[in-house]
């Protein structure tokens, strides 16, 4: 006799994408790669799963900065320093070096606070309802991320009303806020960086948009966060060139190879979210030896070190796009370093990322509804520590797969890709 629990997990299981991927699961296992295990690691960013050695294209340390023996170091220290947890929430107390690692996260940015969070969706889902009431409105692009998505709806069961406009289109926010009339404020959420497609905002016709309708930007920049600007300041900066009614959401655990999630705004703001952000008063802290990781971390963003690296990893991204190119794959992204390969419908995604791992070359093959339906892609990330023989590997097993795989295509092109460059919001064509 079955349990009302298990029941319950049955009837869940029969619903939506969960009843897609557990066919896949029984009928195709194979080529499911989705909660791969990862059995052991090599520097050349090598992995091995099922047994097998291939190289990771799926890692967001887009620095490589989670084997930097300078920062590996600083972890230790601080596990000596001050054990493997702080076991407490912060509105009890805090570590000396959580406030170090927040003043120094604001200095570097460049705002006048920042505020820690155990992850960014913690963060979205802390933020969105504290800095809203019920006389306001939060509205975001329809491929804002899923935590933001998450953080709407907490603030939706308070009385915040919400709703999406059309993917980085300032036409249809301005359509949307006008529907939403009358509020108070109106929070504009978007993503710095699509991390699907990697694709950027139009930073600057929305925070016109807002003001011009009572709101102020919020931009989750987790994919930003140490790859866009100058010091990896992140899009906000490199875009607008200022901080003025915006709240800038960042990551510890993507670029900065550490953990967490940040959120950096003017003090008043900061104040306000860690009195009224329920994941900090009533959950843990980012664990100590993060901490000491991270403020290593940002000696390095603020060091020569720090150019030479996004040399390296820009030139890993060139080199990646150019010969997508050459091929004629359909290349989206490249602004960051995450390029997507368009290949369609979600089985032959799937399909197509175990081809490249069969031939040592791990890529994430993203399907709905992380991306619109029938629009699967394989998702390259591309690290400063990829050696470039790995790159030219991965081209190769491209080019195999097009002669097996009805991939869409364009006309092959050979000019150069300028990189993604500080200024660029778009891959040239
Ligand atoms: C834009 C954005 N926000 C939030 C997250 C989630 O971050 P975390 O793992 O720190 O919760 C991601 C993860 O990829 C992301 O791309």
Redesign the pocket.
């Known amino acids: 006799m079955t349990t009302p629990l298990e029941q319950q997990a049955s009837i869940l299981g029969q619903m939506g994408m969960t009843r897609f991927f557990r066919r896949l699961l029984t009928e195709k296992p194979e080529i499911l790669m989705k909660n791969v295990t990862v059995e052991a690691v090599r520097p050349g960013r090598w992995i091995r799963v099922e047994g097998r050695w291939v190289r990771n294209f799926g890692s ?1 340390s887009f620095l490589g900065l989670d084997q930097h023996p300078a920062v590996q170091e600083a972890l230790i220290r601080g596990v000596r320093e001050w054990g493997t947890h702080n076991g407490t929430s912060r509105a009890f107390s805090s570590v000396a070096a959580n406030v170090e690692a927040e003043e120094r996260l604001a200095a570097w940015l460049g705002t006048e606070a920042a505020l820690m969070y ?7 889902m802390g933020a969105l309802p504290a800095l809203t009431t019920r006389h306001d409105v939060i509205v975001a692009d329809q491929y ?5 998505e998450e953080g709407m709806r907490l603030a939706k069961a308070r009385g915040v009303r919400s709703a999406k406009f059309a993917h980085n289109n300032p036409d249809d926010l301005e359509r949307c806020l006008r529907s939403l009339r009358p509020y108070r404020r109106a929070v504009v959420a978007v ?5 699907m497609s990697g694709q950027l905002p139009p930073l600057k016709e929305l925070q016109q948009i807002a003001r011009n309708h009572d709101g102020f930007l919020y931009v ?4 930003g966060t140490g790859v866009v600007g100058a010091q990896g300041r992140g899009t906000v900066w490199q875009t607008l060139g200022n901080y003025e009614n915006v709240v800038v ?1 960042g ?4 670029a900065l190879s550490c953990l ?2 940040f959120i950096a705004a003017s003090r008043c703001v900061i104040e306000v979210l860690q009195l009224r952000s329920h994941p900090l008063i009533f959950g843990g802290p980012v664990p100590p030896p993060y901490l000491t990781a991270l403020l290593k971390v940002l000696d390095i963003l603020c060091s020569p070190e720090y150019e030479q690296l996004r040399v390296a990893l820009d030139a890993n991204v060139c080199r990646l796009i150019e010969g997508a190119r050459r091929l004629g794959l359909v290349v989206l992204g490249g602004c960051v370093p995450i390029v997507s390969v368009l290949v369609g419908p979600e089985e032959m995604t799937l399909q197509a990322g175990r081809f490249l791992f069969e031939r040592g070359y791990y890529v994430q093959s993203v399907v709905f509804p992380a991306v619109p339906h029938g629009a699967g892609v394989l998702r390259v990330q591309l690290n400063a520590n990829h050696p470039s023989e790995a790159i030219d590997g991965l081209l190769e097993a491209f080019a195999a797969l097009k002669r097996v795989f009805p991939l869409p295509e364009v006309e092959p092109t050979v000019v150069p890709y300028p990189g993604p460059s500080l200024h660029a919001t778009a891959i040239p064509a």
């Open positions: 967001d155990p992850s960014v969706s913690l963060a979205n804002a991320h899923n935590s933001i993503d710095g960086v699509y991390s989750d920049d987790a994919h959401v990551s510890l655990s993507k967490g999630g």
